[in-house]
């Protein structure tokens, strides 16, 4: 949903104003009162989405003020990595901080084109069946230009995780 100001994921966007609005006098006034303490807000999943986007909203009012989302969905859009006080901690191979229904909603775009067209479809199969150091420059060249025409179709707005990007990988 997009705002005068803000753009984001529209129910995890109203959960986090209506934070904002029933805890926001109470933390002010503690804030005052305690000046050497610190707000930190923690959220996991959809309450991960929820607090980055609430520390979106609150940045301003409160300087002192970090967010940890772990596992958070994509609810901000691309300049919401902006926000140095985020950090939104992702595991390898968890989609749900890599999709949003932008992303989904291009490549349903991307996989009809591939569908409704056999002759494309069979062009790729065949000229990307070497591996990649192996390829000759033609079909590299073909490949760039074909991938370029099917993006110009995805174009639908796409959301993503806000903040720093924190990905928690196994090791061997």
């Not at 984001?8 to 904002?20: C, F, K, S, Y």
């Not at 994509?74 to 595991?91: D, F, K, Q, W, Y």
């Amino acid at each position: 949903i997009q705002n005068r100001k803000r753009t984001g994921h529209q129910g995890m966007l109203e959960a986090a104003r209506a934070v904002q609005r029933d805890a926001g006098p109470l933390l002010r006034q503690e804030l005052r009162t305690h000046p050497e303490y610190d707000l930190v807000i923690v959220g996991h999943s959809l309450g991960g989405g929820v607090a980055a986007l609430l520390g979106t909203l609150m940045e301003k009012d409160f300087p002192c003020l970090r967010v940890f989302a772990f596992g958070a969905p994509c609810v901000s859009p691309a300049n919401g990595r902006l926000h140095r006080n985020i950090v939104s901690v992702l595991t390898e191979g968890d989609p749900v901080g890599r999709l949003s229904l932008g992303h989904i909603s291009d490549l349903s775009i991307c996989l009809s084109t591939l569908c409704e067209d056999s002759m494309l479809r069979n062009s790729i199969l065949m000229r990307t069946n070497a591996p990649d150091d192996e390829m000759n420059v033609d079909d590299l060249e073909w490949s760039y230009r074909t991938m370029e025409a099917l993006r110009s179709n995805m174009n639908a707005e796409k959301l993503f995780p806000p903040g720093r990007l924190l990905v928690l990988a196994e090791t061997k």
